[in-house]
């Protein structure tokens, strides 16, 4: 078995930075050997935060001069399929971000080109790494709540995202850019796939903000119909503003279960009775799933030197990429529309 | 003015009972004089335990044989609209329990009687009088989370309901038996109608409990698109076994408010650490909607001694009607359905 | 049976308007009849908001002009002895506030004259009737947490005492006029007399606000061991400015309970990430109390009605009258102090 | 400067456990090079378990026989000063756990010897990192709840301490072993040293499992009187069985903060109306300081990597002393005693 684990970090954005700071500070028997980015300052800036000397602005350039044996891929959905692919023929393993690509069919060439190199593929769904995720899980399986009869999951997330994620010529907008873990959500707790689909969306605050694009949402409500005859819902708003919101709620024909919370913090104070009690709310992503990151981290690491596969990988992201493709295609016809459809077209 | 309002209960079931008490130990200026119900059993055990000593089986006899100023109808659906109609003929002011009626042709003539004969219309909508969400319409309407853009509004009971109310054929369903209260929240909340509105339903419990009347569901989740643009759902459960369950959270451009909470008492108990803390849940609707309960029969009496017009009447029971038939009709015919379709029929 | 009580209200300051509004709105079968206050402004606004005619300056007036079967004593502790004792002797039903009097000596001749004319006592501890702490005293009786072996209980109310109850010359100070409740709550709730008690007082807030009063003090730390061997305390700040809080929690051999929760209504609301979410305190004591002070007043009218001795009468008062004097000697005098120091002097 | 830290884990229990997962799974630039403790299953059970291979069954068989740059020490408290002085003399870095030791003659010892020998000296205080109480403690410094007026702080621990632990004569007992951490949260949060102490104790849950060592306690409940004026308390249990519990509360002049909760998880459960909602409890300190535990080794290796004193060190450590030595002699003596009279006694 191998002790270590090199790793060159594809993307030196918000979501890179978290991951290596996972990998230096919080995941042993791994090193951080290189970054790659496109964007010169971004570039540079994290590579200096990290202290990371080795830095290019390709892939390619990275794997011609460096050595290393796993990528972890941060960047724009659009580029993961080709990264990935790369990466795989080079032999190395990739931790890709969600969402895992913009159609089945990349889906496809990266699940079967890592399993044609043999590298693992994992992706980026920390929320299967959380601990009280990962609790509630367990415990709907041991039959807590009994037959899981109705799941509600919903993600809002702070900020505008950036020009690209607003544009269905660029990506799948927000219910694959945000709502992607939802989409993994449901099917992991529920325990079933997805049979139909119906989305209401609508642009409220972007509007005011000037964002015209065709067909961006800001705000989306997703109905789910489950293979298994159970209903659902996911519902996304970006941005909403005030924080980083991921709750799930599901009621099972024994009882029903909250997971997650606003409050970010037990602090809780009160200066003005005409106001009220003030608790910290979760601000963003990284505080929320803190320990889920970490976790995700170290399996992709753990996995890589037992040579194991992934608890979570193509698989897992294809279906992802479907409920995002039905759920897109409901409110573009404004019908229901059926996971074979996209399945199996025509 | 008057200085006492006397009334008639019609139906000494479950929330009659909830309202006889309501008027005999919380609201003042107001007398309880006889009692109503078909069943003769009922009619005496309420009778006798409130101590109300007219008691009758059918309002005609009431109507003979008493003297009162108001009726307080809570019987099955079907009965709304002669029961109102009969009683405001005869110069009765009516509190009227929801759903209002059947179809809106039966809400019509409940509202063209009720104006006709000059006698206050209200609607059991106690939802309106709960403290908690009173303060959160006013803090809504005062601009506190912004435009509202998404409202989640659920209800989920205990128990099963009666065969009438399971059957499509003599009710409405779930949507109208125990969601009517949601129907409403959504248009107070938001400030706006529904547009249109698509609807998944589930038959998981009754299954099991050998319910295999057409058309029945226990579960329901319904997407709502509103006029002004935002979006909604709607969900119920019933039987859900594990208490009463009525939350709402919405989310505005500036914001995002819950209201409600599963705890139903501020005491926490533990006893065993891998079992965890305890604390009691709402178990009925009489204790969530304790307040919610008095004030709208305070309300009640007080538009009768003031001669008002009460904040809740036949409008707003007509709306939800409309909002349950869309959402019955999106279900049945597996398609979203405006509420224009309902409201204008071809 | 009598079917109604007829009450006169002696004291029309904030309690005397708590108890006028639940008998008026919230208790059947008793009237209001008559309003007794020394200050005619305030005889006069209370009065005239809750529409009572009949307006006295002296209980001996009210005595002697109207017809009532009880009176609520809600005026300054100094005078509770003496309006108590003439309302007993005209054979008027007593409902008195905490404290109960200043001393035991009072306490004695006040449970001497309304036994001898055969009158109720009932002492104004609302806890007593709140559907919490009725819950939880029902709960630890019943075993669920074992053993009481320490209970906390807390009483911090926003503002400022009057000047009286400021000073140990008129009143017994914070310890009387704020914690009576939590010197009646730890005997009701651990089943147990207290023992002996240590005492730690500060003046933080009154100092800044210029209160020089000898022995003022706005913070209290009493240290409890109980006769059966368990362990105390209770905490008071008067005037905290954040709200009204009132809190207990207690652990036993083979459980912890709390009691009681600083929010005020399940509203929760945020609009800003850097702040957190907000949620609505108790801001009063009538809040805190809405259902306790309505119980505790159809208790007194129902055990008048019934012919039946209160839940809570003089022998409750008179021990948190102990545990107070106790509590103050044993700052004044820097040492533990034990009650049989008070109940039986040398 | 030196890019690893050496360290020489003594004591292999517990607390020598969860020390050592951290420093192996969540703290880069560290090894853990040996292991030392006289028990050998302990020994080789935990050198087992984290795979480390030299083992040694004292502290000088250490120093003689391995190569390293710091200690961290987690053996029973009589042993603290011989071994602190010990590694200081042979240069060793010292994260010392609490209690510091068993008087302040021994803290002073330890204090001289790390600064004569320019060895750091850690004090095992992981309420210091964690973030809610360094949050919490940032926003009191910041004014945002004014003055401090009055502090409570509690731990309750799960369960039976070992019998060293429960004899004065091996250890100062509870307020020592379990409540150290509440001696230095109050000094910490309130920014001021103690004046006086009232201590009362009680044997409850001991008495039933047959422990009748003399003085030994359970229960216990101390006042505090600051320097600065203000009050404050400490309360302990253990074994109290629920959970581990570690709260604090504070009152400033200008609003209330709370620190904590009983609640572990946010995942809520209901299955039986009848029993309530079920929320996961901390079970254990490792699970409630999870992060505390973390940021204190990273803290120990960082301060030596970069030749820093850490932020917690012998004087908070003797100051915990000091208290508990109050704590024990007020009971003792069943007086108030002041701090002076342990730090310059006669």
Redesign the interface.
Same mark, same amino acid.
């Given at each position: 078995m191998k002790d270590s684990v090199s790793v060159c970090m594809i993307g030196a954005g918000r979501v890179g930075r978290v991951h290596t700071n996972s990998l !230096?500070?919080?995941v042993?028997s791994c090193k951080v050997v290189a970054l790659v980015d496109t964007v010169s300052e971004t570039l540079t800036a994290t590579a200096n935060d990290f202290n990371i000397s080795e830095r290019y602005t390709s892939l390619e350039e990275a794997l011609a001069r460096s050595n290393f044996d796993a990528v972890v891929i941060t960047t724009p959905t659009p580029t993961h399929k080709d990264l990935s692919i790369l990466a795989a023929r080079a032999g190395k393993h990739v931790f890709l971000e969600k969402p895992m690509a913009l159609d089945l069919g990349e889906c496809d060439q990266i699940i079967e080109e890592t399993q044609k190199y043999h590298v693992n593929l994992q992706l980026g769904f920390m929320r299967r790494f959380d601990?009280?995720f990962v609790?509630?899980a367990q415990?709907i399986r041991a039959g807590?709540?009994? %037959?899981p009869?109705?799941i +509600?999951s919903l993600t =809002?997330g #702070?900020g505008l995202p950036p020009p690209w994620a607003r544009d269905l010529k660029t990506s799948n907008g927000m219910l694959a850019e945000v709502n992607s873990h939802d989409w993994d959500t449901l099917r992991w707790l529920m325990g079933s796939d997805l049979e139909r689909v119906?989305t209401?969306?609508?642009n !409220? +605050?972007g509007k005011?903000l000037g964002v015209d694009t065709d067909n961006f949402y800001d705000?989306?409500?997703v109905?789910? =119909?489950f293979e298994n005859?159970?209903?659902?819902?996911i519902?996304g708003?970006c941005p @909403? $503003?005030?924080?980083?919101?991921a709750r799930v709620e599901i009621?099972g024909?024994? $009882? /029903?279960? *909250? /997971? $997650?919370? !606003?409050?970010?913090?037990?602090?809780?104070? @009160?200066?003005? %009775?005409? *106001? $009220? !009690? /003030?608790?910290? /709310?979760y %601000?963003t992503w990284p505080e929320r799933f803190a320990w889920g990151y970490i976790h995700e981290m %170290?399996h992709f690491v753990d996995c890589i030197l037992k040579d194991e596969p992934p608890q979570v990988g193509g698989l897992e992201g294809r279906w992802a990429v479907a409920g995002v493709l039905a759920g897109t295609k409901s409110f573009l016809e404004?019908? #229901?529309v059926y996971l074979h459809e996209i399945l199996q077209p025509a």
């Open positions: !230096l500070n919080a042993k601990p009280e609790s509630a415990r807590e709540i009994g %037959r009869m109705m +509600k =809002h #702070p119906y209401e969306v609508a !409220l +605050k005011k705000n989306v409500m109905s789910v =119909h005859g159970s209903l659902g819902s519902s708003i @909403c $503003g005030y924080g980083y919101d009621v024909d024994e $009882g /029903i279960m *909250q /997971i $997650g919370e !606003l409050k970010g913090q037990a602090v809780v104070v @009160c200066t003005n %009775r005409d *106001q $009220g !009690l /003030i608790t910290p /709310i %601000r %170290r404004q019908r #229901p």
